[in-house]
């Protein structure tokens, strides 16, 4: 079976603007490229490449994360996907039909009800009429505006706009959909929901391509991930491994900026991170829990010869790419040593004390000097719930444990203490 | 060229939930609401009878000058409104323009069926005029009406995809457009009838297509005869200009994201 999507040798450049504004130079100008005549390179015009010899494809039922910083090129080549734009050179490929999640309530219309905007956001996106009728209960229900349906948009919240863009593009049951950057608005139960929903299309052969800054939602819906920089395909891999390498790349950058002497790389080949695993006290798997309980971040690892003294290093992110905390060997004065063979190395956090968000933990296996690392790996995400609902996640980092006092100066005698463990 | 025609309607639901946007976007938060369909047409009539009754009279065959008007004013008015806001649709819509992929004659189309609309409300006030005074209309002049009503939509539609295109590279062609259409109105038989320009010049006067259309109008509603051969260089001219406007913009319509 081809692949439902295909990018050969694809390469975009932008005009950076109109060189001259006479109306002459502008008119020929304008007619050149209408009709595709003349000399394209006159002029000595200035171009942006956007995209540089890009090549890829997905199979159905894939999923692919675009990574890379701003300004690497994710966004043309969804455009060029979703038919926005052509290419300057090369091929686009899509077979089949495609829903473009790109800027949520870019199709509605501010004074029209949300029931009008289902609609015609729904006719936009390729729907007739019939099909948003047999489909309009679940899109309702999943964006969950049941009161407001014949409000005027332009009254919603940024996150009931969200809701119900993701409910009309994801109700198509696209073969191809595009989500580009737009579930950072809503809440983490909303993420949630849109990630169980994405998972469930995709295991209905949906083929999904999904732009991200948030490496915990590209973990927690996409397999394979490419890594974009300045309009070029750097490295191809399962996205657990391309996101370790943008995160290293990110963490050079941090040290050549610090002018720091002494390279971190990977040498590879002495040792690897086979799994990781987040559990619970009692030892079980670990994809919810509460900022009270403990938590243990397991390496399993295989060494393939006796390293000697190492070190190693965990690091926990929040979805949104904080890095929550570090924890190294060494500075805990913990020593390890690595012999040939397998293992597993545990941290334990108790208790956990984390607000509650997505996370996940990465790992290093780091040289007894604590210099380089030759290994590394990461973890499925879990969440962190709040004991008391209603509290926004990531409205904070941390829940610690706490001790209230109040000390009236009218009796300074008394003073009220208690001791509250998480709530 | 049918092939991309079959796909516009497969879009009809899309042009639709579009048109019915634009007309709600535009009478939603007004008191007077659709009733502002009327007004534009209906003024312009009024100030034109004050004037070519009282100050300067124009023969009009016999057939009150209001009505003489109206009959013209209405199809100009489509035309005119119909031109300008097709001109500025892609413009105003370049954000969902350049994010989702949707055919895009589905804005100008849909610009010209909500202004259709307007015209469907002014036409029926036109019927009332037209029994009012009396007039007798053939059914054999009847039958030519919608041909009348497709040669104008074509001339709008050609015009229309043209303009929305070109405006997207240069907005000089919205104030460019409109005062095109100002000339163009006084070169049309809208205040006056096509008999008061001489002879000779005739020929050349009937190759403006909206001569032929608005003379068909009045001979079809007023005047109780058939359209004559006018209507023939008008035809041709606006089916001329709606395959060169489409070819246009199929041409330069997917440079539209890239301009913006």
């Known amino acids: ?423 | 060229m049918i092939l991309q025609a079959r796909q516009l309607l497969k879009t009809r639901d899309l042009v639709w939930a579009w048109t019915v946007r634009t007309l709600r976007g535009r009478y939603q938060q007004s008191a007077l609401g659709w009733f502002w369909a009327i007004v534009q047409p209906v003024a312009t009539v009024a100030i034109f009878s004050v004037v070519f009754t009282r100050i300067v009279p124009v023969d009009t065959s016999g057939v009150p000058y209001i009505l003489f008007s109206y009959t013209a004013v209405v199809p100009w008015t489509l035309l005119a409104s119909s031109l300008t806001d097709m001109a500025m649709s892609l413009v105003q819509n370049m954000n969902l323009v350049g994010k989702i992929y949707f055919p895009r004659e589905v804005l100008p189309v849909a610009a010209l069926l909500a202004r259709l609309a307007d015209f469907g409300i002014s036409f029926v006030l036109l019927i009332a005029l037209i029994m009012i005074y009396g007039v007798t209309v053939s059914p054999e002049g009847l039958l030519f009406l919608p041909l009348i009503l497709l040669i104008q939509l074509a001339l709008i539609l050609g015009l229309g995809l043209g303009s929305a295109a070109l405006n997207v590279f240069f907005r000089d062609v919205d104030p460019l457009l409109k005062l095109i259409i100002q000339i163009w109105f006084y070169a049309s038989p809208v205040l006056y009838p096509e008999t008061l320009v001489p002879e000779r010049w005739q020929g050349l006067y009937f190759l403006n297509p909206m001569a032929g259309i608005v003379a068909a109008y009045r001979d079809v509603l007023i005047y109780n005869q058939l359209p004559g051969d006018y209507l023939l260089p008008s035809a041709l001219i606006s089916c001329a200009i709606l395959l060169i406007g489409y070819w246009f913009f199929k041409r330069v319509e997917f440079q539209f994201a890239d301009i913006i």
């Not at chain 1, 300004?71 to 969804?78: Q, V, Y």
């Open chain 1, 1 to 423: 079976m081809p692949p439902v999507l295909r990018f050969l040798n694809v390469t975009k450049r932008y005009n950076l603007g109109l060189t001259r504004t006479s109306l002459p130079a502008i008119v020929s100008q304008f007619a050149r490229q209408a009709l595709k005549r003349g000399d394209e390179s006159a002029n000595g015009k200035k171009y942006h490449w956007a995209l540089n010899d890009v090549s890829f494809d997905l199979e159905k039922g894939q999923s692919l994360a675009l990574i890379g910083p701003n300004g690497a090129g994710k966004s043309t080549i969804l455009k060029l996907l979703a038919k926005i734009t052509n290419p300057t050179s090369g091929q686009v490929e899509v077979n089949g039909q495609l829903s473009a999640l790109i800027e949520l309530g870019a199709g509605f219309h501010p004074d029209l009800t949300g029931r009008e905007n289902i609609y015609l956001n729904g006719t936009i996106l390729g729907l007739t009429y019939k099909d948003i009728q047999k489909r309009f209960d679940e899109i309702v229900a999943f964006s969950e505006i049941e009161e407001f349906i014949d409000t005027p948009v332009k009254r919603y919240s940024s996150g009931m706009t969200v809701r119900l863009g993701f409910a009309v593009a994801s109700c198509i049951e696209p073969d191809i959909l595009l989500v580009d950057e737009v579930l950072a608005v809503g809440d983490a139960s909303f993420r949630q929901k849109c990630i169980d929903r994405i998972r469930a299309l995709l295991n209905n052969g949906t083929s999904l391509i999904f732009v991200s800054h948030d490496m915990g939602l590209v973990r927690a819906v996409c397999e394979r991930a490419i890594y974009i920089e300045h309009g070029r395909v750097l490295h191809t891999g399962t996205s657990n491994n391309v996101i370790e390498l943008y995160n290293q790349i990110l963490e050079q950058r941090r040290k050549e900026k610090m002018n720091r002497s002494g390279e971190s790389a990977i040498d590879g080949g002495e040792a690897e991170i086979t799994r990781m695993d987040v559990v619970d006290s009692a030892g079980n798997s670990v994809t919810e829990t509460f900022g009270d309980q403990s938590l243990e971040v397991r390496i399993h690892y295989t060494a393939y010869r006796d390293i000697g003294k190492a070190n190693a290093l965990v690091r926990i992110y929040r979805s949104d790419g904080l890095s929550v905390c570090i924890v190294r060997t060494h500075i805990d004065e913990f020593s390890l040593t690595l012999n040939k063979g397998e293992g597993a190395i545990s941290v334990r956090l108790e208790p956990l004390q984390f607000f509650g968000g997505m996370y996940y933990a990465v790992a290093w296996l780091m040289n007894a000097e604590d210099s380089d690392g030759f290994a590394s790996g990461a973890s499925e995400w879990f969440e962190v719930k709040n004991r008391v609902a209603g509290r926004e996640a990531q409205e904070a980092a941390f829940e610690p444990f706490r001790t209230w006092s109040h000390a009236p100066k009218a009796l300074q005698n008394s003073t009220q203490t208690e001791n509250v463990k998480l709530p």
